[in-house]
């Protein structure tokens, strides 16, 4: 069984790969599916900086891409002393596919906040706000 402790765990070792020559603040995600699998991720930047990919999208991407749709749970872990929300577009982006998943988040004394997603982003717009 898969805590919330333990994925904040891998959330903060997969900050090990971020590409962040700009910002120079790394960032880790790791998601769990409904299937119990983890997904890792971290921040990408690019020169253009519009580019950048954060860490919770690179973590959905590569779930999405390897046939997992179903997520229970996504933890982030920044490299400041406070709690690193996932930003707009990230909630957007995970909101498409589980708009009731568990965003854990802790800080550097590892305090831990845990959200569901709606709290963070109340009003999302979803496929079916399409038809
Ligand atoms: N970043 C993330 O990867 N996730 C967040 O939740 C907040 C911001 C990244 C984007 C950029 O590479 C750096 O952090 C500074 O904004």
Known sequence: MMDEKKLI??????????YSPYSKF???AALLTKSGKVFTGCNI????????CCAERT???KAISEGEKEF???AVQGDNEGFTFPCG?????IAEFSPSI???LSDKEKNIKVY???????????????T
Do not use: M, W
């Not at 930047?45 to 950048?52: K, M, P, R, S, V």
């Not at 577009?89 to 982006?93: D, G, N």
């Not at 009003?123 to 399409?130: I, R």
């Open 45 to 52: 930047e690019n020169a253009t900086y519009g580019a950048t």
């Open 72 to 74: 229970e749970a996504i």
């Open 89 to 93: 577009i990230c909630r957007q982006v």
């Open 26 to 28: 790394r960032v880790g």
């Open 116 to 130: 569901p997603l709606s709290d963070l982003l109340p009003h999302a717009f979803y496929k079916e706000d399409l």
């Open 59 to 61: 973590a959905i991407y």
């Open 102 to 104: 568990k965003v854990i």
């Open 9 to 18: 765990e891998i959330a903060s070792h997969a900050r090990i790969n971020s």
